[in-house]
């Protein structure tokens, strides 16, 4: 018997994130592709740009639970 997605998403509890990242990156190549090589250059050269603002002190990042709660509030869940 094939597995509920509740069952599935519980699996991914116990992995690692850098696994679940993984798996989320192969889920959606499967289903939609992959990025065309200019727009998945441009998206390395802003996450760059982004983390070196972090790390310069430059940014702020916002918790996790806070962007979640953001996520939630806007998808009215």
């Known amino acids: ?3 509920t997605l ?3 998403v519980e ?3 116990q992995l690692p994130a850098d696994v679940v990242a993984e798996l989320v ?5 499967a289903r939609h592709g992959g ?3 200019d727009i998945e250059a441009a998206w390395k050269t802003e996450i760059g740009r982004r983390i070196a603002e972090i ?3 430059k940014v702020q990042g ?3 639970k806070e ?5 939630r509030k806007i998808a009215g869940l």
Not at 67 to 71: C, E, G
């Open 62 to 64: 916002i918790p996790i």
């Open 35 to 37: 990025m065309e090589p």
């Open 11 to 13: 699996e991914t509890r």
């Open 6 to 8: 509740d069952q599935i």
């Open 67 to 71: 962007s979640l709660a953001r996520i």
């Open 1 to 3: 018997m094939p597995m």
């Open 55 to 57: 790390d310069e002190g």
């Open 25 to 29: 990156d192969r889920i959606l190549l």
